[in-house]
Nanobody
Framework: QVQLVESGGGLVQAGGSLRLSCAASGRTFSSYIMAWFRQAPGKEREFVAAINRSGGSRYYADSVQGRFTISRDNAKNTVYLQMNSLKPEDTAVYYC?????????????????WGQGTQVTVSS
């Protein structure tokens, strides 16, 4: 089992940047596929980005491709989401998620562990 704690959210103007971090407990972090999802008010939780166990493969939603970068540091048990060129429509609670079984990267139900979320607000 793994516990996830997100940090780094906040208020930023459109065009600005933020870096989210997700710290994981446990000694088997490198065995987990990691992802970021987000949920805006009144909307479903949606996939943002995912990274495989080694960090060598990354996957992005079309809406963030080219602006967001997911990365991981297995020595620090941490996954990051660098968000650049932020837009008001990126406003949401961002969640870190983990799983150690294979399956589609973008499917929310494939992830077994979730953090509590961190709020990102982008003002226009």
């Amino acid at each position: 089992q793994v516990q996830l704690v997100e940090s780094g959210g906040g208020l930023v103007q459109a065009g600005g940047s933020l870096r989210l971090s997700c710290a994981a407990s446990g000694r088997t972090f490198s065995s987990y596929i990691m992802a970021w999802f987000r949920q805006a008010p009144g909307k479903e939780r949606e996939f943002v980005a995912a990274i495989n166990r080694s960090g060598g493969s990354r996957y992005y939603a079309d809406s963030v491709q080219g602006r967001f970068t997911i990365s991981r540091d297995n020595a620090k048990n941490t996954v990051y989401l660098q968000m650049n060129s932020l837009k008001p429509e990126d406003t949401a609670v961002y969640y870190c998620a983990a799983r150690n079984r294979n399956g589609g990267y973008g499917l929310r139900t494939n992830y077994d562990y979730w953090g509590q979320g961190t709020q990102v607000t982008v003002s226009s």
